[in-house]
């Protein structure tokens, strides 16, 4: 296997954006992967997969992630799709489905944004009843309807 093909697979690629999300110069992957700066840019010209990698960086990751656990703390809709195939015919199913707001999410969220009014050093008791009155107000929300 040659190095170009060893860099454009997935865990290649993962590699390559992890380095960058790191914060690695082009020079330096390069380095790393055992070839010249050049030689890694012609890769990445030819190749999306590459030049999506080292487009990559630590702050485009860390939004991503605040975003996945900002929808897991409110709670989201989405579509699942099924294919069953019966006899050679393939048969789509789409169903509409509701993830509900996820605690774990939530008092992530919380104590890291609003550390003040929701870490545990303000008191545990207090930020206690504070999520459990959170709590309430969620499962009673739940209980008159099926999502926001």
């Known amino acids: ?3 170009f093909a060893r860099w454009s697979e997935p865990e290649g690629l993962a590699l390559l954006a992890a380095w960058r999300r790191e914060g690695c110069p082009t020079e330096e992957i390069a380095r790393r992967c055992g070839v010249r700066e050049a030689v890694l840019l012609g890769w990445a010209r030819r190749c999306p997969g590459v030049e999506a990698a080292l487009r990559t960086t630590g702050e485009a990751a860390d939004a991503q992630v ?3 656990l ?3 703390a409110l709670g989201y809709r989405y579509t ?3 294919e069953d195939e019966n006899g050679g015919a393939v048969k789509r199913r789409e169903t509409q489905k509701y993830e509900p707001p996820n605690i774990t999410a939530i008092k992530l969220w919380l ?3 609003l550390p003040e009014k929701w870490g545990a050093r303000v008191g545990e008791a207090d930020a206690q009843d504070r999520l459990d009155a ?3 107000a969620l499962d ?3 209980g008159g309807e099926e999502a926001p």
Request: glycine share 4%; with cysteine; net charge positive.
């Open 66 to 68: 605040e975003n996945a």
């Open 70 to 72: 900002l929808r897991r």
């Open 80 to 82: 699942e799709i099924v």
């Open 111 to 113: 104590s890291c944004r």
């Open 140 to 142: 009673a929300q739940a």
């Open 1 to 3: 296997m040659g190095k």
């Open 134 to 136: 959170l709590l309430a």
